[in-house]
């Protein structure tokens, strides 16, 4: 976790205050609390991140239970390539968002949303009825691409959970 601000005292004591959020990886980051526990967390991203070769990365707390997840395209995505994204987690990449939803044809255009289609928010026999997915453990929401021909574009990952 980092602090806003942080002083040192005569001792060497680093004492940390100001807004307290969880560390997240990406080009510009945010979270933000909101009404009766439920949390949205917003992860930006551009293109370069999708060419790294590390996923983009949300830590969900232990006990947390996901909601929702999107993706909202800032500037639209162009590569040199066919180029899908994935969201999900280490055991499933496509648990949230699958590479069928998230193209580069679906993400070429500002302001498109990607919404969830994977099977950690679906039933498998009944696709329009929605599934929670709990994490008993903290674990990390991965947003990665397995092309790394990505040339523009950028995005924002929202993750609402309690």
């Known amino acids: 976790m980092t602090r806003a601000s942080t002083w040192s005292n005569a001792d060497g004591l680093v004492v940390g205050f100001g807004r307290n959020t969880p560390e997240l990886s990406g080009a510009l980051t945010e979270t933000e609390n909101g009404i009766g526990g439920i949390k949205t967390a917003s992860v930006k991203f551009d293109w370069?991140?999708?060419?790294?070769a590390a996923a983009i990365k949300y830590n969900?707390?232990?006990g947390s239970r996901v909601l929702d997840v999107r993706?909202?395209?800032?500037?639209?995505?162009?590569?040199?390539?066919?180029?899908?994204?994935?969201?999900?987690?280490?055991?499933?990449a496509g648990g949230f968002i699958t590479t069928t939803a998230a193209t580069t044809?679906?993400?070429?255009?500002?302001?498109?949303?990607?919404?969830?289609?994977?099977?950690?928010?679906?039933?498998?026999?009944?696709?329009?009825?929605?599934?929670?997915?709990?994490?008993?453990?903290?674990?990390?929401?991965?947003?990665?691409?397995?092309?790394?021909?990505?040339?523009?574009?950028s995005a924002t990952l929202h993750v609402t959970f309690i």
């Open 105 to 153: 044809a679906t993400m070429a255009t500002a302001d498109a949303v990607i919404n969830c289609d994977g099977v950690y928010v679906f039933a498998t026999t009944d696709t329009t009825a929605t599934e929670v997915k709990v994490y008993a453990a903290a674990t990390d929401l991965l947003v990665a691409s397995a092309q790394t021909d990505w040339t523009a574009g």
């Open 60 to 62: 969900i707390p232990a």
């Open 48 to 52: 370069t991140n999708l060419n790294a």
């Open 71 to 92: 993706l909202v395209v800032n500037t639209g995505f162009t590569s040199t390539g066919t180029n899908t994204v994935a969201v999900g987690d280490a055991t499933t």
